[in-house]
C-alpha cells in the first residue's frame, strides 16, 4: 500500500500509542496531531510520559501498541497485504535522517570540533560533499549566533552554545520535523533565554517543531498547540491561551500553580 | 597575611623536617647503588656494553620488536572484535566471546605457546575448505606453519586478544548514551555510530592500557625463546652459553628492553594527547614543558626564599 502525503497530511499523527518499560505502562493510549508548519509543546509532571513520546515519534523507542505516523507513513512498520512488517535497520536510519532532535544534554559528540558535529550527519548519512557541508555548516552557525566557533571543541562553549551547535547540527540534515527534548531544563537560567530564541527564530521559519519542555512562556508565546499530559494519557490540549490561562482539569491546574 | 599600614611584611615558610630526612635517606642510598653499579668487577661493563651493538644481539632485538608488532596487532583487532561480540544483544555472539576470554586468560601464556608450538602432534594437517564435507581449497602441513617464529606470535596474539577485549570493552561502554542516540537520530547506522562516534571516544580510555600491554608484550615476547625463537633473550643465552658471561649478557639484554619501553613511553604520551582531543579545554602540557614549568617554580621557591617579601593588601 502506497501512502498518499498531501499538505493536508499531519506531519504526526498518534492514535492510542502505548509504551511500557518492565511491566510500567508509560503511555497508556495517547492521541496526538501535529499540523505541518506548526509548533507543539508538550508539557507535563516528570515521569508523565512526555519525553518517551517524543522518543517515539523518531523510533528511539519503539511504541508496543497503537498508531503512529510521521508524513503518513507509520513509524517503525510498514503496512502491506494486510500484515504489518517491522522495518530494517536501514529503512528506520533513513526516516530518521529526516526527523531533526535536540537533547536536553545536547549530546554533542565530544571528540569533534564544532564543525565537524555540525557537518558529519549531511557528509556521512545524506553524502553531501565536504566542501558543500562545511558551506552549509558555517552559515546554520552564523544563524543560531556561533559564527567563529567552527574550531572549538563542546567541552570549551557554555552550555547555551553547546545546546544551539545541537540545533544547528539537526537542521544540517534538512529535517522535515524537529523534536526538542526539555532543550533548556539543563541550562543556567541566564542561557536559557538565547536558546529558546533560536527555537522562536526557527518556528517563525515555518518549522514543525515538537517541543517538551517547562518553559510555560515560551509555550503561550509560540506553541500553537499545547498538550498536557499526566500519567501516561493526554489531560488537556489546545491553544496555548486557553489552555495555559484557563485549565479545566484539576491535574493542570495544579500543575500550573506549581510552575508559573 | 597581616596588614602592617601597607608595608611589605616578612613571610617565614612553614620547614618540612620529614621531607629534609626522606631527601638525606634517598640521596645515601642513590650513591650506594651508583657506587656498586660501578665498583663491582663482575658486573663487567665492558662486556655489557661490547655485546650491546653486537649484530646477534640486534638481530634479536629486530625479532623481538617483530613479534611484539604482530601479537599486538593480532591482540588489538581480534580483542576489539571480540569486546564488540561481547556488547553485542545477541547471546550466539556474546557467549563464544566470554568463553573465549575465559579460556585464554585462565591458561598460561607459556603453556600456551608450547601448545602452539606442538600444535603438529595435534593437528598434522590444516586445510580451509567446507566444514565437515572433507573438501578443502587450501592444505597445509601444520609442522611447517607452525615455525617457532610463527607459532610464537599466533600464540600470544590470541593470549593478548583476551586482555584486550576486556580493555576495548570498557573503553567501549564508558562512552555515553547519550552519544549513541544523537548518532541514531542523524539517521547513523549502527556500524557507522560505533566507528565514527563510539571507538573513537572510546581510544581515550582504551589507549592508556593499551600501551601498558604493548610493554608488557615486549617483555612476554621473551619467552618465545623457550621456543626457540633467538629473539633479544635468546640471542644473550646463545652468546653465553659459549662465553659463560651470564650476568653481562642478562644486563645487555635488559638494557635493551629498557631503551625499547622508553621510546615506547614517548610514543604513549603524544598518541594520549592526541586521542584526548575535546577531552579537556586545555591540553595537558608535554614533558618538556612541565619540565621548564618545574625548573621555572624552583627558581622562583629560591627566589622567594632569599627575599621572603610579599606583598601585602592594603
Same mark, same amino acid.
Given at each position: 500500500?502506497?501512502?498518499?502525503?498531501?499538505?493536508?497530511?499531519?506531519?504526526?499523527?498518534?492514535?492510542?500509542?502505548?509504551?511500557?518499560?518492565?511491566?510500567?505502562?508509560?503511555?497508556?493510549?495517547?492521541?496526538?496531531?501535529?499540523?505541518?508548519?506548526?509548533?507543539?509543546?508538550?508539557?507535563?509532571?516528570?515521569?508523565?510520559?512526555?519525553?518517551?513520546?517524543?522518543?517515539?515519534?523518531?523510533?528511539?523507542?519503539?511504541?508496543?501498541?497503537?498508531?503512529?505516523?510521521?508524513?503518513?507513513?507509520?513509524?517503525?512498520?510498514?503496512?502491506?497485504?494486510?500484515?504489518?512488517?517491522?522495518?530494517?535497520?536501514?529503512?528506520?536510519?533513513?526516516?530518521?535522517?529526516?526527523?531533526?532532535?535536540?537533547?536536553?544534554?545536547?549530546?554533542?559528540?565530544?571528540?569533534?570540533?564544532?564543525?565537524?558535529?555540525?557537518?558529519?550527519?549531511?557528509?556521512?548519512?545524506?553524502?553531501?560533499?565536504?566542501?558543500?557541508?562545511?558551506?552549509?555548516?558555517?552559515? &546554520?552557525?552564523?544563524?543560531?549566533?556561533?559564527?567563529?566557533?567552527?574550531?572549538?571543541?563542546?567541552?570549551?562553549?557554555?552550555?547555551?552554545?553547546?545546546?544551539?551547535?545541537?540545533?544547528?547540527?539537526?537542521?544540517?540534515?534538512?529535517?522535515?520535523?524537529?523534536?526538542?527534548?526539555?532543550?533548556?531544563?539543563?541550562?543556567?537560567?541566564? &542561557?536559557?533565554?538565547?536558546?529558546?530564541?533560536?527555537?522562536?527564530?526557527?518556528?517563525?521559519?515555518?518549522?514543525?517543531?515538537?517541543?517538551?519542555?517547562?518553559?510555560?512562556?515560551?509555550?503561550?508565546?509560540?506553541?500553537?498547540?499545547?498538550?498536557?499530559?499526566?500519567?501516561?494519557?493526554?489531560?488537556?490540549?489546545?491553544?496555548?491561551?486557553?489552555?495555559?490561562?484557563?485549565?479545566?482539569?484539576?491535574? &493542570?491546574?495544579?500543575?500550573?500553580?506549581?510552575?508559573? | 597575611?597581616?596588614?602592617?599600614?601597607?608595608?611589605?611584611?616578612?613571610?617565614?615558610?612553614?620547614?618540612?623536617?620529614?621531607?629534609?630526612?626522606?631527601?638525606?635517606?634517598?640521596?645515601?642510598?642513590?650513591?650506594?647503588?651508583?657506587?656498586?653499579?660501578?665498583?663491582?668487577?663482575?658486573?663487567?661493563?665492558?662486556?655489557?656494553?661490547?655485546?650491546?651493538?653486537?649484530?646477534?644481539?640486534?638481530?634479536?632485538?629486530?625479532?623481538?620488536?617483530?613479534?611484539?608488532?604482530?601479537?599486538?596487532?593480532?591482540?588489538?583487532?581480534?580483542?576489539?572484535?571480540?569486546?564488540?561480540?561481547?556488547?553485542?544483544?545477541?547471546?550466539?555472539?556474546?557467549?563464544?566471546?566470554?568463553?573465549?576470554?575465559?579460556?585464554?586468560?585462565?591458561?598460561?601464556?607459556?603453556?600456551?605457546?608450547?601448545?602452539?608450538?606442538?600444535?603438529?602432534?595435534?593437528?598434522?594437517?590444516?586445510?580451509?575448505?567446507?566444514?565437515?564435507?572433507?573438501?578443502?581449497?587450501?592444505?597445509?602441513?601444520?609442522?611447517?606453519?607452525?615455525?617457532?617464529?610463527?607459532?610464537?606470535?599466533?600464540?600470544?596474539?590470541?593470549?593478548?586478544?583476551?586482555?584486550?577485549?576486556?580493555?576495548?570493552?570498557?573503553?567501549?561502554?564508558?562512552?555515553?548514551?547519550?552519544?549513541?542516540?544523537?548518532?541514531?537520530?542523524?539517521?547513523?547506522?549502527?556500524?557507522?555510530?560505533?566507528?565514527?562516534?563510539?571507538?573513537?571516544?572510546?581510544?581515550?580510555?582504551?589507549?592508556?592500557?593499551?600501551?601498558?600491554?604493548?610493554?608488557?608484550?615486549?617483555?612476554?615476547?621473551?619467552?618465545?625463546?623457550?621456543?626457540?625463537?633467538?629473539?633479544?633473550?635468546?640471542?644473550?643465552?646463545?652468546?653465553?652459553?659459549?662465553?659463560?658471561?651470564?650476568?653481562?649478557?642478562?644486563?645487555?639484554?635488559?638494557?635493551?628492553?629498557?631503551?625499547?619501553?622508553?621510546?615506547?613511553?614517548?610514543?604513549?604520551?603524544?598518541?594520549?594527547?592526541?586521542?584526548?582531543?575535546?577531552?579537556?579545554?586545555?591540553?595537558?602540557?608535554?614533558?618538556?614543558?612541565?619540565?621548564?614549568?618545574?625548573?621555572?617554580?624552583?627558581?622562583?621557591?629560591?627566589?622567594?626564599?632569599?627575599?621572603?617579601?610579599?606583598?601585602?593588601?592594603?
Amino acid at each position: 500500500m502506497s501512502v498518499v502525503t498531501s499538505e493536508a497530511t499531519p506531519m504526526v499523527e498518534a492514535r492510542g500509542v502505548c509504551k511500557s518499560f518492565a511491566g510500567v505502562e508509560v503511555l497508556k493510549g495517547v492521541d496526538l496531531v501535529v499540523k505541518r508548519g506548526e509548533v507543539t509543546c508538550l508539557i507535563g509532571p516528570s515521569g508523565s510520559g512526555k519525553s518517551t513520546l517524543l522518543r517515539c515519534i523518531n523510533h528511539l523507542e519503539k511504541h508496543d501498541a497503537g498508531e503512529l505516523r510521521v508524513d503518513g507513513h507509520l513509524v517503525g512498520y510498514e503496512f502491506r497485504d494486510g500484515k504489518l512488517y517491522e522495518r530494517n535497520d536501514k529503512q528506520i536510519c533513513a526516516e530518521r535522517a529526516k526527523i531533526g532532535m535536540v537533547f536536553q544534554r545536547f549530546n554533542l559528540f565530544q571528540h569533534l570540533t564544532v564543525l565537524d558535529n555540525v557537518t558529519i550527519g549531511q557528509v556521512k548519512v545524506r553524502r553531501v560533499a565536504n566542501d558543500q557541508a562545511a558551506v552549509r555548516a558555517k552559515e &546554520l552557525l552564523a544563524r543560531v549566533g556561533l559564527a567563529g566557533k567552527e574550531g572549538a571543541y563542546p567541552s570549551q562553549l557554555s552550555g547555551g552554545q553547546q545546546q544551539r551547535v545541537a540545533i544547528a547540527r539537526a537542521l544540517a540534515m534538512e529535517p522535515k520535523l524537529m523534536l526538542f527534548d526539555e532543550p533548556t531544563s539543563a541550562l543556567d537560567p541566564e &542561557l536559557v533565554g538565547e536558546v529558546l530564541d533560536v527555537m522562536k527564530d526557527l518556528a517563525r521559519s515555518g518549522m514543525t517543531m515538537v517541543v517538551v519542555t517547562h518553559e510555560m512562556g515560551f509555550a503561550r508565546e509560540v506553541a500553537d498547540t499545547v498538550y498536557f499530559l499526566d500519567h501516561g494519557v493526554i489531560e488537556e490540549s489546545g491553544d496555548p491561551r486557553e489552555v495555559l490561562t484557563a485549565p479545566r482539569s484539576e491535574r &493542570l491546574k495544579g500543575f500550573l500553580s506549581k510552575v508559573l | 597575611m597581616t596588614t602592617n599600614g601597607g608595608d611589605a611584611v616578612q613571610v617565614v615558610p612553614v620547614r618540612h623536617v620529614g621531607r629534609w630526612i626522606g631527601a638525606v635517606v634517598m640521596v645515601v642510598l642513590t650513591a650506594m647503588l651508583f657506587h656498586t653499579l660501578l665498583f663491582t668487577s663482575r658486573f663487567t661493563w665492558s662486556i655489557v656494553f661490547h655485546y650491546f651493538g653486537t649484530s646477534e644481539i640486534i638481530q634479536g632485538v629486530v625479532k623481538t620488536l617483530e613479534l611484539t608488532v604482530l601479537a599486538m596487532a593480532i591482540g588489538i583487532v581480534l580483542g576489539v572484535a571480540i569486546a564488540i561480540m561481547r556488547l553485542s544483544p545477541n547471546r550466539l555472539l556474546s557467549a563464544p566471546a566470554w568463553a573465549y576470554t575465559w579460556f585464554f586468560r585462565g591458561t598460561p601464556v607459556y603453556v600456551q605457546l608450547l601448545f602452539w608450538f606442538n600444535i603438529a602432534a595435534l593437528f598434522p594437517q590444516l586445510s580451509i575448505g567446507i566444514p565437515f564435507v572433507h573438501a578443502a581449497f587450501l592444505r597445509f602441513n601444520a609442522g611447517n606453519f607452525f615455525t617457532p617464529f610463527n607459532a610464537a606470535f599466533i600464540g600470544l596474539g590470541l593470549n593478548e586478544a583476551a586482555y584486550m577485549s576486556e580493555i576495548a570493552r570498557s573503553g567501549l561502554i564508558s562512552v555515553d548514551e547519550g552519544q549513541i542516540e544523537a548518532a541514531s537520530s542523524l539517521g547513523m547506522r549502527r556500524s557507522q555510530t560505533l566507528r565514527l562516534v563510539v571507538l573513537p571516544q572510546a581510544m581515550r580510555v582504551i589507549i592508556p592500557p593499551t600501551g601498558n600491554e604493548v610493554i608488557s608484550m615486549l617483555k612476554t615476547t621473551s619467552l618465545a625463546s623457550a621456543i626457540s625463537v633467538i629473539e633479544t633473550l635468546g640471542a644473550a643465552q646463545n652468546i653465553y652459553a659459549a662465553n659463560y658471561e651470564v650476568m653481562p649478557l642478562l644486563i645487555t639484554a635488559s638494557l635493551w628492553y629498557l631503551v625499547v619501553t622508553t621510546v615506547l613511553s614517548i610514543g604513549q604520551f603524544y598518541l594520549e594527547r592526541h586521542f584526548a582531543k575535546g577531552a579537556h579545554r586545555t591540553p595537558p602540557p608535554t614533558p618538556i614543558a612541565r619540565l621548564k614549568a618545574d625548573v621555572r617554580g624552583i627558581a622562583g621557591k629560591f627566589r622567594t626564599r632569599r627575599g621572603v617579601v610579599a606583598e601585602v593588601a592594603a
